[in-house]
C-alpha cells in the first residue's frame, strides 16, 4: 500500500501553528521588560502576602497592606542611609590620605636595602606617589560617574513604583485570584490545585523569611569579628554584609573582600588576616550549613536541591536567577509531589476484581462430576 501524503488542510495548520508560535516568542521578546516586572510583582505580593494576611485579622484589609508596603519602603532607605554617608566620608578622606600613605611607602622602602635596589630599577614608589597625587583630583570625575548612576537609579525607581503598585493591586484581592483560577479547572481538581496554590505561596513566603534569616545571621557575625578587631564603621559594614549575603553563594565573597579592603588600613595585616581567614570559614559554613538548612526548614526542601538550584538558576540567569532558583524548585517539588499523589489516589480508586482463578481451581470447574 503507498504511503499516504498528508492533506493542504494538514499542512496549512502546521504552517499556521508554526506562524503563530513565531508571533507570539517575538512579542514575549518585546514585551520582556513588563513581563518581567509582572513576575516581581506577582513574586513580591506572594511573599508579603503572610505579613498581610497575618495584619488583616486585627484590622481592615487595606490599612494592612498600607503598614507592610510603608515598611517595605523605608526599610531599604533607611539601609541605604545608614551605610552610603560613611562610606561616601571614608572614601573622600582615603583619597586625600593617600599621598601621605605613599610616602609612608618610600620611607619604608629606602630603609631596606633588597627593597631600595628593586626600588632603584624599576621606580616602584615613584609611579605610587604619582597615582597618590592624582587620587584626589579624581573625585570629581567619581562624581560625575555617581552623576550617571543616580541616572540609572532613577529609571530603576520608576520601575520599582510600577512593580510595587502591581503588586499592591494583587495583595488587595487576596484568595479572590486563586478562586478565579481554580474556576478555570474541573471542579474536582478544585481541592488539589488550591493545595498546590497554598504550598507554593507557602514556599515563596517561607523562603523570603529566611533569606531575611540568613541576613540577619551575616550581619550580627559581621559586626561582632569587626568589633572584636577594632575595625571602624562596624553597624555599616554588618549591613553591607547582611544585604550582599540575600545573594546566594557569591553575597558573601563580595562582602568579605569590600570588608577586607577596610581592613587594610586597621592594624594591617593582623586585622585583614584574621578577616580573610574568618570570611572564607564563615562562606562554607553560611553556603553549606546555614543557608540550606534554614531553606529546608522554611520552604521545606532539601539542602542538595537547595544547592543545585542556586547553581543551576546562577548560571541560567546570573544574580537574578540565583536569588528566585530555590522557590523555584520549590514549586516544582510541589508539583511533582502532587502529580505523585494524583496517580497513587487514581490507582486506589481502581475497582479490586480480586485474584485471578487458578489453573487447578479452573480444571475442576469445567470437569465432569464422576
Known amino acids: ?38 513576575a516581581m510583582a ?39 542611609a545608614l551605610v552610603i554617608p560613611p562610606m ?23 630603609k631596606n636595602k633588597r627593597l631600595r635596589e628593586i626600588d632603584d630599577k624599576y621606580d616602584i614608589t615613584g609611579e605610587l606617589q604619582k597615582q597618590a597625587a592624582q587620587l584626589p583630583q579624581k573625585i570629581g570625575d567619581a562624581a560625575k560617574i555617581l552623576g550617571d548612576i543616580g541616572l540609572g ?52 513566603s517561607g523562603y523570603v523569611q529566611g533569606a531575611l534569616a540568613v541576613a540577619l545571621i551575616a550581619g550580627v557575625q559581621t559586626y561582632i569579628v569587626l568589633w572584636i578587631l ?11 554584609a547582611g544585604v550582599f549575603s540575600l545573594i546566594p553563594l557569591v553575597g558573601a565573597t563580595i562582602a568579605a573582600i569590600l570588608i577586607g579592603l577596610v581592613t587594610l588600613f586597621t592594624n594591617f595585616p593582623t586585622a585583614t588576616i584574621i578577616w580573610a581567614i574568618w570570611a572564607v570559614v564563615y562562606q562554607q559554613i553560611e553556603n553549606n550549613v546555614i543557608q540550606p538548612q534554614i531553606q529546608r526548614r522554611t520552604v521545606q526542601i532539601q539542602p542538595f536541591f537547595v544547592l543545585v538550584a542556586v547553581l543551576f538558576g546562577s548560571t541560567l540567569i546570573g544574580v537574578v536567577g540565583a536569588l528566585v532558583a530555590i522557590p523555584i524548585a520549590a514549586t516544582i517539588q510541589i508539583l511533582v509531589q502532587e502529580w505523585w499523589r494524583a496517580r497513587a489516589e487514581a490507582g486506589a480508586d481502581e475497582p479490586d476484581e480480586g485474584p485471578p482463578p487458578s489453573a487447578e481451581g479452573t480444571a475442576g470447574a469445567i470437569a465432569p462430576a464422576t
Open 153 to 204: 537609579l532613577v529609571n530603576s525607581v520608576f520601575a520599582l513604583v510600577n512593580i510595587l503598585i502591581l503588586s499592591i493591586f494583587i495583595v488587595s484581592r487576596g484568595r479572590g485570584w486563586v478562586d478565579a483560577a481554580l474556576r478555570l479547572r474541573p471542579e474536582h481538581e478544585h481541592d488539589r490545585w488550591r493545595r498546590i496554590l497554598d504550598r507554593t505561596a507557602s514556599a515563596v
Open 1 to 38: 500500500m503507498g504511503r499516504r501524503e498528508p492533506s493542504a488542510r494538514t499542512i496549512l495548520r502546521i504552517v499556521g501553528i508554526v506562524v503563530l508560535s513565531a508571533i507570539a516568542l517575538y512579542l514575549i521578546y518585546l514585551l520582556r521588560k513588563p513581563i518581567g516586572w509582572v
Open 230 to 240: 577594632g575595625v571602624p564603621f562596624r553597624a555599616p559594614l554588618a549591613v553591607l
Open 88 to 110: 561616601v566620608t571614608q572614601a573622600t578622606h582615603l583619597a586625600n590620605d593617600v599621598p601621605g600613605y605613599a610616602d609612608d611607602v618610600k620611607d619604608y622602602v629606602q
Open 42 to 80: 506577582i513574586f513580591i505580593a506572594v511573599a508579603v502576602s503572610a505579613p498581610v494576611n497575618h495584619l488583616n485579622r486585627r484590622m481592615s484589609r487595606g490599612l494592612a497592606i498600607a503598614i507592610v508596603y510603608i515598611g517595605l519602603i523605608l526599610i531599604p532607605i533607611g539601609l541605604a
